[in-house]
Structures are given as structure tokens and as C-alpha cells.
């Protein structure tokens, strides 16, 4: 079975600050990864995956995340907070086989103070 | 283009009554999914549609839950009874295919609350 561990149930951070939310994978096949974002009383939305193509993989709004098979981690990053990434982030795994279904962390409030 | 649509946005009812939520995918998205989110957690799929038939189920109660995708566009995901442990967000969302490398496209989900 796959699962995701997301580290710390919130994270707060300043404006302008390095963000870093922890995302630690199980997985008996190689996976696909994803995080995702979600803003109160929203929808999820993608903000990058990785597929097995490069290990650095970014996406929408400067985030950043990087597979490392050793550590079985795939950690978001952004060099810069602002205001508006306020919000849960969820790491997810899928197999790259079969159904391909969506198993998600318990998610990373990420609060941004002025 | 037109997102994923949900309706009701919120829904209060009182345990033992029963409660429809419906779903509109994206224009020529085939694979439909419905997602669970109790607060405090992730999403944890309900059910998985490849047009208009089922590919997973495996997590939904079947003995209250069910789900139809009839002509395999729009979908209803139906609780009848509900039960208090029911409250939660239900998430609708839609790829063009099944799979990892097509990314899910979500609506803003029905909120229930169990009285």
C-alpha cells in the first residue's frame, strides 16, 4: 500500500522567508508524486508532480520540490513567501500502474505573517 | 474553460435523512472521481468512474453510499441514511483519462453537516 507523511501540521513562516513543507513517501512501486494546494473553501489545485522525469520538478508560483529516492522524500519548496500562499498544501502519491489512484497526506497549513 | 461545477455548496441535515450531491466535469473529461475530506485530513477517494462505469470502489460504504455517472457526463453521489460521521467536505473532480500523468481538476466540493 502507498502512503504520504506530511511533517507538522503547520508551518508559519514571514513574507519573504524560505518555505519548506516536509512530504515522505511509501511506496512498494516507483511512484508518481504530487503536491497540491487548496485555499479555504476551494477546490485542490496541482501545483506540480513528478512522473519519473526530472528530480526537480517545479511548478506554479515559484514552488519547487525535489524526489530524492534515498530519503523516499519529495519536499515543496519556494525561495520567497508571500501573503497570498497562505493555505493547505497536500502531498499525494499514486503508482505508475494500474488504477493509479490518489492517496493524499493529512495536508500542511502554511501560515504567512507580514 | 468551465471548471468543475458542485451543487449544493453547503448542505445541513439531520442524521437518518438522506442527502444527494451532484457533479458536472469538465467538458470531455472522461474519468470522474468523488472524494471524502473530513476536517483536519486529506482527500480519501470515494470513487472512480471511466465514463459512465465504475473503475474503484473500494472505499465507499456501500451499505449508504452510492454513486451513478449515467451517460457518463454528469454524476450524483447519494447518502441515504446519514450518519453523524458522514460531516465532511465532498470533493468532485475530473481528468481528460485515468492515471498520474493527467493531472485532476477539482470543483469547490459540498460541505455536509450531520445534526
Known amino acids: 500500500a502507498q502512503s504520504v507523511t506530511q511533517l507538522g501540521s503547520h508551518v508559519s513562516v514571514s513574507e519573504g522567508a524560505l518555505v519548506l513543507l516536509r512530504c515522505n513517501y511509501s511506496s512498494s512501486v516507483p511512484p508518481y508524486l504530487f503536491w497540491y494546494v487548496q485555499y479555504p473553501n476551494q477546490g485542490l489545485q496541482l501545483l506540480l508532480k513528478?512522473?519519473?522525469?526530472?528530480?526537480l520538478v517545479k511548478g506554479i508560483n515559484g514552488f519547487e520540490a525535489e524526489f530524492k529516492k534515498s530519503e523516499t522524500s519529495f519536499h515543496l519548496t519556494k525561495p520567497s513567501a508571500h501573503m497570498s500562499d497562505a493555505a493547505e498544501y497536500f502531498c499525494?502519491?499514486?503508482?505508475?500502474?494500474?488504477?493509479?489512484?490518489?492517496?493524499f497526506g493529512t495536508g500542511t497549513r502554511l501560515l504567512v505573517s507580514p | 474553460e468551465a471548471g468543475v461545477a458542485q451543487s449544493p455548496r453547503y448542505k445541513i441535515i439531520e442524521k437518518r435523512q438522506s442527502v444527494a450531491f451532484w457533479c458536472n466535469p469538465i467538458?470531455?473529461?472522461?474519468?470522474l472521481y468523488w472524494y471524502q475530506q473530513i476536517l483536519g485530513q486529506g482527500p480519501k477517494l470515494l470513487i472512480q468512474f471511466q465514463n459512465n462505469g465504475v473503475v474503484d470502489d473500494s472505499q465507499l460504504p456501500k451499505d449508504r453510499f452510492s454513486a451513478e455517472r449515467l451517460k457518463g457526463v454528469d454524476s450524483t453521489l447519494k447518502i441515504q441514511p446519514a450518519k453523524l460521521e458522514d460531516s465532511a467536505v465532498y470533493l468532485c473532480?475530473?481528468?481528460?483519462?485515468?492515471?498520474?500523468?493527467?493531472?485532476?481538476?477539482f470543483g469547490d466540493g459540498t460541505r455536509l453537516s450531520i445534526l
Open positions: 473532480a475530473s481528468s481528460l483519462e485515468p492515471g498520474g500523468l493527467q493531472p485532476q481538476h
Open positions: 513528478y512522473t519519473s522525469a526530472a528530480t
Open positions: 467538458s470531455g473529461h472522461a474519468t
Open positions: 499525494a502519491v499514486s503508482q505508475n500502474t494500474g488504477f493509479q489512484k490518489l492517496v
